[in-house]
């Protein structure tokens, strides 16, 4: 099922009420769901390798923490933030300034705006510390996505 936006984030408590979580796609939710993201935010880092390291192996520790309280949600929001972790990286080492596209597409009216927006991308600058910060981070996301209990939790997860 599609993450659900349309919930009051400010007020849910994920732990007590785990029911009302769907997994979306990607990173949907990453910045919304409490109380993980304040748990797992504070560590979240990138700039350097080394700093991208600690992050990641935080985050992952969080996310085998989570597993081992069978807390499924806790477990997919650590995954999304080393997820996170690897696309914000790769979009600094292709971009310095972090943005991807000459206008946001987000801020477009219509769907074919957006789609036009999509077209106009930076030009690439590559920078190879913040690329070595997203290897990191792919690293942790690609063992927390295909780990055994975490794959069987999500397998029970409410689809609908």
Avoid: C
């Avoid at 997820?83 to 009216?109: D, I, L, V, W």
């Avoid at 927006?117 to 690293?139: G, H, M, N, Q, T």
Wanted: hydrophobic share 35%.
């Amino acid at each position: 099922m599609p993450f659900d936006y349309s919930l009051d984030f400010k007020t849910i408590d994920f732990r007590l009420s785990p029911e009302l979580y769907r997994v979306g796609k990607g990173e949907q939710g990453v910045l919304l769901v409490e109380p993980y993201k304040s748990e797992i935010l504070p560590h979240w880092r990138f700039k350097t390798p080394e700093i991208a390291r600690q992050s990641s192996e935080k985050i992952y520790e969080m996310f085998l923490n989570y597993l081992e309280q069978d807390d499924f949600v806790g477990a997919d929001m650590a995954r999304k933030f080393l997820q996170m972790g690897y696309t914000r990286a790769r979009r600094y080492a292709n971009h310095k300034s972090g943005k991807k596209y000459q206008k946001n597409p987000q801020k477009e009216s219509s769907q074919k705006a957006q789609k036009e927006a999509r077209k106009d991308i930076l030009p690439y600058e590559v920078d190879p510390i913040k690329a070595e910060s997203a290897a990191i981070f792919k690293e942790k996301w690609t063992l927390a996505k295909t780990n055994e209990k975490y794959l069987q939790l999500l397998a029970k997860w409410p689809k609908d």
